[in-house]
């Protein structure tokens, strides 16, 4: 079992709409929860981190945490264009605590249409 | 304020030859953080330093190997380079505080340095 498991996509929506991306996570344990845009052939930008359980939200942006089903999504509203890129879920285990050793997942290719 | 540099941005080696990468990181920050990211992956972890010294590590051999230096600038080597070795090279750097900011994992990635092995 990969320890961060991402859909790869591509998930395709029009624009306007709701993306709705998904994250599942082995450890229980961790803590600590981040969702990075990649677009092609550039390197990754945070766009939020999350700790506690439920919703935590940041303009377009909702990142969602349940730490029992152990599953982290990210809601992009009015998706544009330019929300176009490759989606990487994060995660800092447990036994990080104090460093920065993120596990990343594959990312999920978000197409937005016209 | 420039924010984390690397290079080169692209090279192209041959198996068997070494291969030095260079990052310097976001000014005020004193943590560096490398990373492979192969073709439709996601960024693996490689090494850690903080202070010059090797403070995490993955699951990677010891063909590679790093340094940083007092200005807190780094260098990932890698050594008998294979053609597995091909991959986007990331640096990251994080800012100094307390231990709950270091938890935040708000890493900055330079732009990369493309290796392809031939």
């Known amino acids: 079992q990969k320890e961060v498991e991402q859909n790869s996509g591509p998930l395709s929506v029009p624009e306007g709409a709701i993306a709705s991306l998904n994250c599942t996570y082995s450890?229980?344990?961790?803590?600590?929860f981040f969702w990075y845009r990649q677009y092609s052939g550039k390197s990754p930008e945070l766009i939020m981190f999350i700790y506690s359980n439920g919703d935590k939200e940041d303009g377009r942006f909702t990142a969602q945490l349940n730490k029992a089903s152990q599953y982290v999504s990210l809601l992009i509203r009015d998706s544009q264009p330019s929300d176009s890129a490759t989606y990487l879920c994060a995660v800092n285990p447990p036994m990080n605590t104090g460093f920065q050793k993120l596990v990343f997942g594959t990312g999920t290719r978000l197409l937005v249409s016209p | 304020d420039a924010g984390v540099t690397q290079s080169p941005t692209h090279l192209i080696k041959t198996r068997g030859q070494q291969v030095t990468l260079r990052c310097s990181p976001k000014?005020?920050?004193?943590?560096v953080s490398w990373y492979q990211q192969a073709l439709g992956q996601g960024p693996q972890f490689i090494f850690q330093?903080?202070?010059?010294?090797?403070?995490q590590r993955g699951n990677f051999p010891d063909r590679f190997s790093g340094h940083q230096f007092p200005n807190y600038s780094s260098e990932l080597n890698v050594n008998a380079l294979l053609l597995g070795d091909s991959a986007l090279y990331l640096c990251?750097?994080?800012?100094?505080?307390?231990?709950?900011?270091?938890?935040?994992?708000?890493?900055?990635f330079g732009e990369g340095s493309r290796l392809t092995v031939l």
């Open positions: 330093y903080y202070e010059e010294e090797e403070r």
């Open positions: 000014s005020g920050h004193d943590t």
């Open positions: 450890d229980r344990g961790s803590q600590s």
């Open positions: 990251a750097s994080s800012f100094p505080g307390p231990r709950e900011t270091r938890d935040t994992g708000e890493l900055f």
